[in-house]
């Protein structure tokens, strides 16, 4: 009887019944160990075979391979280029800072009439240039005129009364007081000798008292008038008092007084103005009555303008009188000089006003009011590097990393391993920033494609 144990590759070993009893009856081991014995035997010529097909698909593999040739992953193809940057430390930095102000008239006036009434005439218009001295609007003066001359009519008379004071009484006046004198005197005798005769005439009882009385008073009241006649006759000899000489001269003074100021208020209702300069309101027009102080026209001056620009405290102690600036105004840059640095601090901005003061050439193109702006360079010391925007990428709690080259590695020819470093913007400008952290001098970083990159992996500079 034959029994088959198949074997791997269709092999098989054939034992008969007398040669298993043979095998059986010289093996002293116990039933039980020669049936472990033959499965071990057997597990070790299955395992022979199993190693058999292994070699033999290892074989057909390889010959494979050389048949249909596949493509060739390199860890030469693996490797980015990149664009780098050497950098290098810097001990400093500048910041350009624009600071924003106005151009100012030195001088701005808002025009009235001391005087209210009706605005006659307004002979200018906003933006109009003007002179010192030009007459701008007029005030109807019609009353003012009549007054003028009911003043000098006054005048004149006071005036010659005064000179008759001065030249004293007339040959013709004293020869008529003397010839008035006279006939008062021939009166008065007349008189007295009537007189006489009515008391001889009383003392025989012929007439009555009333009739004494009557030429009694009578030769009073000529003798009165005799008296009179010889004062004013004394008075034109001897002349004019000087007492009355000087009252009529006051009199005639006050006259020119009254003129004089009656002629300051004409020339009041005609507004001038007070410096060469720029119209800048018109605030009423012709008909209107205004009242006495009431801005009528503003006028801005037009001489050399000036800029008055509000600076940080710290930036004014900087600054030095007649040094000189650059101005900007609009897409236009001026030349100006510091004229001064007023010395107070706006409460609410913490600066100081700059006053710059323009060229007379700019005076034609600049007017009060414009913006104008004033850019101061600041050198700021701090330690860092200067690296391109595109060569940082945000970290985290509010640090930023670049990507460092570290030395070539072993068997690949100019490559590099790239590492992150943590950085610290300190100021940014443009396209770069400056930054601190880590970074040492001569270190080349990545300037560009970083967000290709991870820690680790390696790169190529770019050639140029």
């Known amino acids: 009887m034959t029994f088959n144990q198949p074997l791997q590759n269709n092999d098989s070993i054939n034992i008969s019944t007398e040669q298993a009893q043979s095998i059986s009856s010289n093996i002293v081991e116990p039933k039980e160990a020669s049936w472990k014995r033959n499965l071990d035997i057997a ?86 240039r003007v002179t010192k001295g030009q007459t ?108 009355t000489v000087s009252a009529q001269r006051s009199v005639v003074k006050e006259l020119d007084a009254q003129i004089a100021d009656l002629d300051i208020t004409i020339a009041k209702s005609n507004l001038k103005a007070p410096f060469d300069g720029i119209i800048g309101e018109r605030n009423f027009d012709e008909g209107t009555v205004v009242n006495a102080g009431q801005s009528v026209i503003s006028v801005m001056e037009n001489v050399t303008p000036e800029a008055r620009i509000g600076v940080p405290t710290k930036l004014a102690q900087q600054l030095t009188v007649g040094s000189s600036q650059t101005l900007e105004l609009g897409s236009q840059t001026y030349n100006a000089q510091i004229a001064a640095i007023l010395p107070q601090v706006n409460l609410n901005t913490r600066t100081q006003t700059v006053v710059f003061k323009l060229g007379s050439a700019e005076m034609t193109q600049i007017n009060p ?32 990393t670049v990507y460092i080259l570290s030395d070539a590695e072993t068997g690949e020819a100019e490559s590099y391993q790239v590492q992150q470093q943590a ?42």
Not at 152 to 171: D, H, P
Not at 379 to 389: C, R
Not at 443 to 460: S, T, Y
């Open 136 to 243: 701008l609007a007029k005030l109807d003066t019609q009353n003012l005129a009549t007054q003028k001359q009911q003043l000098i009519a006054q005048k004149a008379g006071a005036q010659a009364r005064l000179a008759e004071l001065e030249s004293g009484a007339r040959q013709e006046d004293i020869d008529a007081a003397q010839a008035a004198i006279a006939d008062l005197e021939q009166q008065l005798k007349l008189q007295q000798t009537q007189l006489d005769r009515r008391k001889f005439l009383y003392s025989q009882g012929a007439i009555s008292q009333e009739s004494l009385d009557e030429f009694s008073f009578g030769a009073g009241a000529l003798e009165a008038r005799l008296n009179q006649a010889r004062s004013n006759l004394r008075r034109l000899q001897n002349g004019t008092r000087s007492e």
């Open 43 to 128: 597990i070790t010529i299955a395992g022979a075979g199993c190693l058999f097909v292994l070699a033999h698909s290892m074989v057909m593999t390889s010959s494979s391979d050389r048949t249909t040739p596949n493509p060739i992953t390199s860890s030469q193809s693996r490797i980015l280029p990149v664009e780098t940057m050497e950098v290098s430390a810097v001990k400093s930095y500048q910041v350009s800072r624009t600071y924003t102000g106005k151009i100012a008239a030195v001088r701005n006036s808002d025009l009235g009439f001391s005087r209210g009434g009706q605005i006659e005439s307004v002979l200018v218009r906003e933006g109009d």
């Open 369 to 400: 009011g414009q913006t104008v702006r004033f850019q101061s360079t600041e050198n700021i010391p701090s330690e860092g590097y200067w690296l391109p925007t595109k060569a940082i990428t945000e970290g985290v709690r509010g640090l930023w």
């Open 423 to 464: 950085v610290e913007i300190i100021h940014h400008q443009g396209d770069r920033v400056l930054v601190r952290g880590t970074l040492q001098s001569g270190d080349r970083i990545i300037a560009d494609g970083i967000h290709r990159l991870v820690p680790g992996q390696r790169v190529k500079v770019a050639s140029k």
